[in-house]
């Protein structure tokens, strides 16, 4: 994002600039935005949804707050025709994750976020319920902008509430058991309204259409345990066996049992000292942010692919597209090589062609002015997270 763009007013924002929106609200408070897609148009209809959440390998949930074996029930997909059947006209909610991973004209909605780090961007999830359809009211623990694409839904806010918030026992959804309404914090959005919301803060969303459709713009952040421990395994898998504790000159010990404030001083030493590496955690970090949500979704070449082919097919003019659901990063390594992130993978290249590749440009035949372009591109299109343009058409 240029300096000029970052001090443009959005529509998105609600006529806020980006570095508003990032120094007021982000991961501080809530933001209602009338009219941020004030022309939209949702690209999948409720009964598309639907059929989506009847396929294989799509992560879908069902919720019916009266469901036939008890309150709140929850289902899993891949459903069937005879489960929408029966349902009944209202208090239900059918929830479709990733559905950018499936949907093109979904995942384009992705690129209105660019005022934000694309790595830290998950999925859309979309949510269709009936009048009265809903999830009850609960927490996330991720940023998450919430956009009416179509139909009506009642948002209240609750708050800030601790981690260890009560919660309804014997169900499969993690509802409050106390939410108060804050004063002011009450809305019915339109088609086109969004409302953001950092972690932590307590919603309670309830349709009240016949198509309320519902778009979860959701963000990615390890926990801290999640992210200590993965980060040790990264680590670990490069040190040497004989990489140990060592106390070489210690002096005699008074109790031979005693655990003494020295011995956890070099314990310590040889842990901080280890993974206090800044290059390291960098190379973690790149290929932890860009895992794939679904890595079975990434369908590697079985044939690898020959240099002089991709070459050749550029050259006539073909283009490459990045996959759906795949995810793009970078970082410099010095002032003209990168390492270039792709589903959790880091290969080094040039800067400049990291740095295209982890765009939105269009892959096409420019990306050969780089010298090292057809060994990048032949690895990433084997490993598929590139596709020829079109070939899912023919």
């Not at 074996?69 to 891949?78: D, F, T």
Request: hydrophobic share 40%; glycine share 8%; with cysteine.
């Amino acid at each position: 994002m240029s300096r000029q763009s970052r001090d443009e007013p959005l529509t998105l924002l609600g006529g806020r600039t980006a570095a508003d929106f990032l120094r007021d609200y982000w991961q501080q408070q809530p933001l209602l935005i009338r009219g941020a897609f004030p022309d939209i148009e949702s690209p999948l209809s409720p009964d598309e949804l639907a059929g989506l959440a009847c396929e294989d390998n799509i992560e879908a949930r069902l919720v019916e707050e009266h469901g036939p074996e008890g309150p709140w029930q929850v289902s899993h997909g891949p459903f069937d025709e005879a489960t929408f059947a029966r349902l009944p006209e209202r208090d239900w909610t059918l929830l479709v994750q990733a559905v950018d991973h499936y949907v093109p004209e979904v995942a384009e909605l992705l690129e209105r976020f660019d005022f934000l780090p694309r790595w830290r961007l998950d999925d859309i999830m979309i949510s269709y319920a009936p009048p009265g359809g809903s999830v009850g009211p609960h927490v996330d623990q991720y940023d998450v902008f919430l956009l009416q694409a179509s139909g009506q839904r009642h948002w209240q806010l609750g708050g800030r509430v601790p981690e260890d918030a009560p919660i309804i026992a014997g169900i499969d959804l993690r509802i409050l058991e106390r939410f108060e309404v804050q004063p002011g914090q009450d809305w019915v959005l339109e088609p086109g309204d969004m409302l953001y919301l950092p972690p932590g803060w307590a919603h309670h969303g309830v349709s009240q259409s016949d198509d309320c459709l519902t778009f979860s713009v959701g963000f990615r952040a390890p926990s801290a345990d999640e992210a200590i421990t993965s980060f040790a395994d990264y680590i670990g898998e490069q040190l040497p066996a004989s990489h140990r504790y060592a106390d070489a000159g210690m002096d005699v010990p008074e109790d031979p049992a005693q655990l003494d404030d020295a011995a956890l001083s070099r314990m310590r030493a040889l842990i901080l000292e280890t993974l206090d590496d800044p290059a390291q955690l960098a190379q973690w970090f790149g290929r932890v942010m860009t895992q794939p949500k679904y890595v079975d979704q990434l369908v590697p070449n079985e044939t690898p692919t020959e240099a002089t082919e991709l070459v050749a097919a550029l050259q006539a003019g073909e283009t490459l597209d990045r996959s759906l659901g795949s995810r793009f990063a970078w970082r410099a390594l010095d002032d003209e090589r990168a390492t270039l992130f792709v589903d959790g993978d880091g290969i080094d290249c040039p800067t400049g062609l990291a740095r295209e590749l982890a765009g939105t440009a269009t892959l096409d035949v420019n990306l050969l002015e780089h010298a090292e372009a057809p060994r990048v591109l032949v690895h990433l299109l084997d490993a598929g997270s590139l596709d020829w343009t079109g070939l899912d058409e023919e």
